[in-house]
């Protein structure tokens, strides 16, 4: 057999979703045989691309490859899939490095089988049956998903908005707040909304909270 992939039931009913644990699995890589449980401990960003050796999406991994070293920063890691061989992977990277000048740093995913792809979702028939999505599963470092995000084929990933979400997240975890619309680091962030008629008349009264109402507060961090 051309791939080795195994896979273990999630532990979920149907797809993925937020909030739910990733599911397991163990898959052919173009580093070797990979577990998903060997990245535990640290944040993932599993992406799926639609073929190897098509523009758009070789535009992806050089920019996946570029923004890789900021992630590092961040304990997250990277890992593609696709549904081509490991064969195809390996030269598809080479070409990359040697046509563009960009080493893909990070493990592919080959997933003949569709097996990674089917247990996450990264197949839309409405699309392609026979081409995973640009699909983005972004988990924390227990392994639970913290984020879904979905591209048409037509349409590259925008890998600033990937790091925003990943470090609004991390934000969040840290300082048990919430990001609003558009946040980027540095900017202020938002306050849980108070629980009670008490709590809400405290916070309006608090010095430094920023309340523009008793629900809607922002503060730096």
Request: hydrophobic share 40%.
């Amino acid at each position: 057999m051309d791939s080795a992939t195994d896979i273990q039931a999630p532990t979920v009913t149907g797809l993925p979703r937020i909030g739910d644990p990733a599911p397991q699995f163990t898959a052919d890589t173009t580093f070797g045989t990979l577990k998903l449980e060997d990245f535990k401990g640290s944040w993932l960003i599993l992406f799926s691309h639609p073929a190897d050796f098509t523009p758009v999406c070789t535009t992806e991994f050089m920019a996946f490859a570029e923004i890789h070293p900021e992630l590092r920063e961040l304990n997250c890691e990277l890992l593609g899939l696709s549904v081509d061989s490991v064969y195809s992977h390996i030269a598809w990277v080479r070409n990359v490095k040697e046509k563009m000048g960009v080493e893909v740093t990070f493990p592919i995913i080959a997933d003949l089988n569709k097996d990674v792809a089917t247990l996450y979702g990264m197949v839309n028939p409405g699309e392609s049956t026979t081409e995973t999505s640009r699909a983005v599963f972004i988990m924390d470092d227990k392994q639970m998903i913290r984020a879904i995000i979905y591209y048409p084929l037509t349409t590259g990933r925008n890998m600033q908005e990937i790091l925003r979400v990943v470090k609004a997240l991390q934000t969040s975890d840290e300082h048990g707040v919430a990001t609003p619309a558009n946040w980027e680091p540095g900017q202020k962030v938002i306050l849980p909304p108070p629980k009670s008629a008490e709590a809400a008349d405290q916070r309006v009264e608090e010095e430094g909270a920023g309340c523009k109402d008793w629900y809607f507060c922002k503060k730096d961090l």
